[in-house]
């Protein structure tokens, strides 16, 4: 099966699978510039779109997403419980919410969600017999600058959602790693422990030149990892109904 993922910005990422597109995360349109926008609109255009939705904040939601979603040839929508009931009038019609922890069978998709040590949920998507993470803001959150307690919490929570994970195979798998913190917000441990197919790092606010440099750091586990440079980049892959890579 052939398989495209498609960079927009930050935590937005477009995935083309078994016919169909899966939207993550597309942020508030003040953080899309023109190029990401154009990339936006040419990889929903005409297609079957489910559109995902991790949790509030506005780097990771937009509350016109349906009018983005528009050139689709058809979109449903997974929201995260926190999106509900903080915008409840920006939830589109016949959208799926979903609470943290939970299961869901939902337009021809299996869904499970994880609980965020931030906010709303990660999800782990069944797709054609594809195995799909996106973590949203669920990440190894270890701030210098916090309580001890905090620190050690953040990390545990983390490492407790990490070994569910690992449990089943992840064969694409879109996770944090920030550079702002020492850990990378998780990303290498991420990669050695669930060791997906492909790894697609995120959280990066834009500025894309320094994941080459921790390219080997998220290679340790196996896995190929796409580095990108610009909205609009893509990579392809081939990947076997079964999940196993050919």
Same mark, same amino acid.
């Given at each position: ?21 899966? !939207?993550? #995360? ?10 990401? &926008?154009? *990339? !936006?609109?040419?990889? $929903?255009?005409?297609?079957? @779109?489910?559109?995902?939705?991790? /949790? ?8 016109? $997403? &349906?009018? *983005?979603? &528009? +050139? ?5 929508? @997974?929201?995260? =419980?926190? @999106?509900?009931?903080?915008?409840? &009038? ?17 337009? +021809? ?56 994970? *690992?449990?089943?195979?992840? =064969? ?5 790693? =920030?550079?702002?913190? *020492? ?14 197919? $492909?790894?697609?790092?995120? /959280?990066?606010? +834009? ?13 340790? +586990? ?14 392809? !892959? #081939? !990947? ?7």
């Amino acid at each position: 099966m052939r398989v495209r993922v498609t960079y927009i910005f930050h935590n937005c990422f477009l995935l083309d699978i078994g016919g169909r597109t899966l !939207l993550f #995360d597309c942020p508030d349109g003040k953080y899309l510039k023109r190029r990401a &926008a154009e *990339a !936006l609109s040419l990889g $929903l255009g005409g297609r079957r @779109v489910t559109a995902f939705v991790s /949790h509030s904040h506005d780097d990771h939601f937009r509350q016109d $997403l &349906a009018v *983005a979603c &528009a +050139g689709a040839a058809s979109a449903d929508f @997974v929201v995260s =419980d926190d @999106v509900a009931e903080m915008y409840p &009038a920006a939830v589109p019609r016949g959208a799926l919410v979903v609470e943290p922890d939970e299961a869901y069978s939902f337009s +021809g998709l299996a869904i499970e969600t994880l609980m965020s040590n931030d906010l709303g949920v990660a999800y782990l998507v069944e797709v054609n017999g594809v195995r799909v993470y996106f973590g949203g803001d669920l990440a190894a959150w270890v701030w210098e600058t916090a309580a001890e307690a905090e620190r050690t919490f953040t990390a545990e929570f983390f490492t407790r959602a990490l070994e569910r994970i *690992a449990r089943r195979p992840v =064969d694409i798998a879109f996770t944090n790693v =920030d550079r702002r913190l *020492a850990n990378l917000a998780g990303g290498p441990e991420f990669a050695r422990t669930a060791r997906p197919r $492909l790894l697609v790092p995120m /959280h990066a606010f +834009g500025r894309t030149a320094w994941l080459k440099e921790v390219r080997p750091l998220l290679t340790a +586990g196996g896995s190929d990892v796409f580095v990108y440079d610009k909205p609009g980049q893509t990579l392809e !892959l #081939d !990947l076997e109904p079964s999940g196993n890579p050919t």
